[in-house]
């Protein structure tokens, strides 16, 4: 028995399935990393605005780094893990 006239069975159509399939991983994979690329964000601006910056400009500056040396690296970890994701 041959379903959906003989389609299943064509090569051709195989073929163009495997594309098919191969693209919507791929943008799977695409949406992923961007979502983690934009927690990474998301996470970085919200650990800044709840730092409450007082002082010299170079206080300031230096309360920022404080921060940034916390969150930076797990948001490094998110945006690694998204590119090792999609193959980069």
Excluded: Y
């Excluded at 601006?45 to 400009?57: D, L, P």
């Amino acid at each position: 028995m041959e379903g959906f006239g003989g389609f299943l069975n064509d090569p051709e159509f195989q073929r163009r399935m495997q594309e098919m399939a191969e693209q919507m991983q791929s943008a799977q994979t695409i949406a992923w990393a961007d979502n983690a690329i934009k927690l990474a964000v998301d996470m970085t601006v919200a650990a800044i605005n709840r730092v409450n910056i007082q002082g010299t400009t170079e206080q300031q500056a230096q309360q920022i780094r404080a921060v940034m040396a916390t969150v930076f690296p797990e948001a490094v970890t998110l945006v690694r893990e998204a590119r090792q994701g999609m193959g980069s």
